[in-house]
């Protein structure tokens, strides 16, 4: 069983920088393709990047040299330093594996980027 913890989020003016951190419980986490994920009010929850068991990633379009994943399988942990801020960049953000399991859902980061 995994348990995972969303950190680091708040409130950030445009232009600004958040790092998000995700612990995980659990000894398979080195074993998983882990993401993040976000969801903008009304809107579905959507695939911001991935990061392989070995450290290879993936980025959505938006997020292109602004967002870098990264882990730290020593820690159980998974990043998401988020760089250049955008207002349409608000949303909840979570961690999971991927694909997603129902189960390791957590409560997710706030980040608000506001003026």
């Known amino acids: 069983q995994v348990q995972l913890v969303e950190s680091g989020g708040g409130l950030v003016q445009p232009g600004g920088s958040l790092r998000l951190s995700c612990a995980a419980s659990?000894?398979?986490?080195?074993?998983?393709?882990m993401a993040w994920y976000r969801q903008a009010p009304g809107k579905e929850r959507d695939l911001v990047a991935t990061?392989?068991?070995?450290?290879?990633?993936y980025y959505a379009d938006a997020m292109k040299g602004r967002f870098t994943i990264s882990r730290d399988n020593a820690k159980n942990t998974v990043y998401l330093q988020m760089n250049s801020l955008q207002p349409e960049d608000t949303a909840v953000y979570y961690c999971?594996?991927?694909?997603?399991?129902?189960?390791?859902w957590g409560q997710g980061s706030q980040v608000t980027v506001s003026s």
């Open positions: 999971n594996a991927r694909p997603p399991m129902v189960r390791y």
């Open positions: 659990g000894s398979i986490f080195k074993s998983l393709r």
């Open positions: 990061i392989t068991q070995g450290g290879s990633t």
